[in-house]
């Protein structure tokens, strides 16, 4: 700046702005004297004046910060952060309902529809695939029956040591 | 943004314990006398003073550090009591504030018994109801500026005003006050 009016100069006389700025400076100057504690000089009133105006600005006639503040601050955040959470909650279980509503819903009108078409869709087997499955799935019982004889043999070792 | 700054957002957004409480200790002074000095009313700036903080909480995620936490906190403060105001149409600044501070020059002089004045208790008084009787921007504009010593350039920050605005509240402000303090004076006389 350094002249306090933040409009145009347009208008204004040189006299008038060094007027403004010598009142500016003073009012700074008093403001840095009063923070550094430097004592009063008597032959500038103009400054001491704004002194003590810087003084009582830098002690308030203010309610101080309560001593319990801090702790009430962050009781409402966490009760605000728990009420959040607990409402995220409820909208999930709300709306998992809603979807097993609707999928229970739209499998009672459109299930038997479904079901006759998912059966025209399965493909009709000829005689000569229905021998191979029917070897294929012989295979496959033979097989996990002899496993699971195996591990009952070894279960029953194991149960019964020598 | 500080490291200390960069460390304390770190641990507030990974909750880590007591982080938060730290972050309040650290800067509620600072929303304090933004919001009093703004509403003036004590039960008012405790509600205030917590929604401003629970602010924070909930946007801290957005602070992208480029001006400093304090100036972002301080800018979170301002807006709440700000709102405040707007909601109870309170003017937060004086409407006649116009002029370049001239007109206030012409009515004060230089020969003023400052000795007195110093030690005159009712001197005080007088100015402390003198700064009360402020609008709200100027209050707080000097607040922050000599009480909590915040830079011109991080109070434009704060309340989103130009620096050469604030700068001319300050100056109309403080000239305003000089001369109600002369006529205190002249009339004690």
Request: hydrophobic content about 40%; glycine content about 8%; overall charge negative.
């Amino acid at each position: 700046m350094n002249t306090p009016d933040n409009r145009p100069p347009s208008g204004k006389q040189p006299a008038d702005a060094q007027r403004l700025e010598r009142e500016w400076q003073a009012q700074e100057r008093a403001m840095e004297q009063e923070r550094r504690g430097v004592p009063l000089d008597p032959a500038d009133p103009r400054v001491g004046e704004y002194r003590l105006i810087a003084r009582a600005l830098r002690a308030p006639a203010m309610e101080p910060v309560p001593f319990d503040l801090t702790d009430q601050i962050v009781r409402r955040v966490e009760a605000a952060q728990t009420l959040g959470e607990r409402v995220e909650g409820w909208l999930l279980r709300i709306l998992i309902a809603v979807l097993v509503v609707v999928a229970v819903g739209a499998v009672a009108i459109y299930g038997s529809g479904w079901v006759s078409a998912f059966v025209a869709l399965w493909p009709q087997p000829s005689a000569q695939t229905t021998g191979w499955a029917g070897l294929l799935l012989g295979c496959l019982g033979l097989s996990l029956a002899w496993q699971w004889g195996g591990r009952l043999l070894r279960h029953h070792d194991q149960g019964h040591p020598a | 943004m500080t490291p200390d700054d960069r460390k304390l957002v770190e641990d507030v957004l990974g909750n880590v314990p007591g982080a938060f409480e730290r972050l309040v200790r650290e800067y509620q002074g600072l929303c304090w006398h933004i919001i009093q000095r703004m509403v003036r009313q004590p039960e008012d700036t405790r509600e205030l003073c917590q929604e401003a903080f629970l602010r924070v909480h909930q946007c801290l995620h957005q602070y992208r550090g480029e001006s400093a936490l304090k100036s972002w906190i301080g800018q979170v403060a301002y807006s709440v009591a700000k709102r405040h105001l707007e909601k109870r149409r309170i003017a937060i600044a004086d409407s006649g504030d116009e002029d370049d501070g001239l007109s206030l020059l012409d009515q004060v002089s230089d020969g003023f018994d400052l000795e007195s004045a110093c030690a005159d208790a009712e001197i005080a008084a007088g100015l402390h109801e003198e700064i009360e009787a402020l609008p709200p921007l100027q209050r707080t504009l000097l607040t922050l500026y000599h009480l909590d010593e915040v830079p011109i350039v991080e109070i434009a920050r704060i309340t989103g005003l130009a620096e050469g605005t604030i700068k001319s509240h300050l100056f109309r402000s403080r000239a305003r006050l000089r001369e109600r303090l002369q006529a205190r004076m002249g009339a004690i006389a």
